[in-house]
Nanobody
Framework: QVQLVESGGGLVQAGGSLRLSCAAS????????MGWYYQTPGNQRELVAG???????YYSDSVKGRFTISRDNAKNTVYLQMNSLKSEDTGVYYC??????????WGPGTQVTVSS
């Protein structure tokens, strides 16, 4: 199993930007999917952005055009660049990976708070 650590969360004003990082404890070359999920109290985690092993990406409608996911295999890290942040983006952001055999790992999460 791989260990994941998210960083980069914090408090930002509406319209501002943050970049989240998710560092993996081993090579991410073989991961089929690396994704960022978002959760607010009382709700399930939702996939907001994902990047697949072939480089294709997915974005939820709520973040399309504002967020960008990328991966740096040399650093075993996936990023989420968050621009034009809105108050409704407030929540805990989790990194998730699915490896080549289908095993899933989650990070502990990082809080993002957007003030209006």
């Amino acid at each position: 199993q791989v260990q994941l650590v998210e960083s980069g969360g914090g408090l930002v004003q509406a319209g501002g930007s943050l970049r989240l990082s998710c560092a993996a404890s081993r090579s991410i070359d073989s991961f089929n999917l690396m994704g960022w999920y978002y959760q607010t109290p009382g709700n399930q985690r939702e996939l907001v952005a994902g990047i697949f092993s072939g480089g294709s990406t997915y974005y939820s409608d709520s973040v399309k055009g504002r967020f960008t996911i990328s991966r740096d295999n040399a650093k075993n890290t996936v990023y989420l660049q968050m621009n034009s942040l809105k108050s409704e983006d407030t929540g805990v952001y989790y990194c998730k990976v699915v490896d080549i055999i289908g095993s899933t790992s989650w990070g502990p999460g990082t809080q993002v708070t957007v003030s209006s």
